[in-house]
């Protein structure tokens, strides 16, 4: 990388960074929220981007170039549609196939009646998160994941090898990745790491949306008790992938938490409980 690269790189960083600390940068940072865009600006569609994340780290390098960001994230098209594939998850959407190829993907929400945690199965949630996850929640989720108990499947034993093979790819490449934008546009990568709040795990993953707004109307202390149950977990991810440096943040995706998905009310019974001390400890460690 040239010298005059490298220059680039460290005054976008700091300018970028400055700007997260509520300091004072030189000129506002460009940090665009861009997805599917950068797919249509390289000439890509949605379906390429989403099963060949090469491509999709192609167009977010050419656009960073192309329009001279400041900071942006290796991949917006962050679900690479190979590793959600190889376990066969059943709540995406994948582009070419479930929905239209120029079209992003998308969540599938199940109905009511069939959400992947039934109401009744608080308690277990509560008691073992990780446990009920492994063995309750995924093998709902997933086409080919067995439950415990059941007979076993070659398919079963090939999902968890496909699956922890793909994420190990995929999320290594963007080493590379974040070393190729600082390389050849001198961007800095926006985010380090991801962090979801207790609530919007409930609401997203486990009792959708509707759901949610049943529970916290009929079972408010079931809800608020698997919110904390989630919370050390929820931490530890978000600490495992933040920047060593404790330069840039740690993506944080807020879904159902705001209002009008829930009160005011709601928000200071619920939400903010139990994202305010992990929101803390994440400060507390640079």
């Not at 001279?68 to 709540?91: C, E, H, P, R, S």
């Not at 929820?234 to 495992?240: C, K, R």
Request: charged share 20%; aromatic share 12%; with cysteine.
């Amino acid at each position: 990388m040239s010298d005059a690269m490298e220059q680039k790189y460290t005054e976008r960083l700091n300018r970028y960074v400055t700007a997260m600390r509520n300091g004072r940068p030189d000129r506002v940072p460009l940090r665009p929220f861009v997805a599917e865009f950068t797919a249509k600006y390289a000439g890509f569609t949605c379906q390429e981007v989403a099963h060949d994340y090469e491509k999709a780290f192609v167009a977010a390098r050419r656009c960073a170039a192309d329009f001279d960001w400041d900071a942006v994230v290796a991949n917006m098209v962050y679900v690479w549609t190979g590793l959600t594939q190889a376990i066969g998850l059943k709540y995406y959407g994948v582009p070419g196939i479930d929905i239209p190829a120029d079209t992003g993907f998308q969540y599938r929400e199940p109905p009511e009646d069939q959400a992947h945690m039934q109401p009744e199965e608080y308690d277990q949630l509560i008691d073992d998160p990780t446990g009920f996850l492994l063995n309750v929640w995924l093998p709902r989720v997933a086409t080919d994941v067995v439950a415990p108990g059941a007979p076993n499947t070659m398919r079963n034993n090939l999902s968890f090898l496909k699956g922890g093979m793909a994420m190990l790819q995929y999320f290594t490449a963007f080493g590379a990745q974040i070393e190729a934008l600082r390389r050849e546009s001198g961007t800095a990568s926006a985010i380090a790491g991801i962090f979801k709040a207790p609530l919007d795990i409930i609401a997203d993953k486990l009792r959708g949306y509707l759901g949610l707004t049943t529970d916290l109307i009929e079972r408010p202390k079931k809800v608020l008790w698997a919110c904390e149950a989630l919370m050390p977990h929820l931490l530890h991810v978000a600490l495992g992938g933040a920047d060593p440096d404790r330069n840039v943040p740690i993506g944080f995706w807020m879904h159902r938490g705001c209002v009008p998905f829930i009160s005011f009310e709601q928000f200071e019974q619920f939400y903010w409980p139990t994202l305010k001390p992990i929101i803390e400890t994440l400060w507390a460690n640079g």
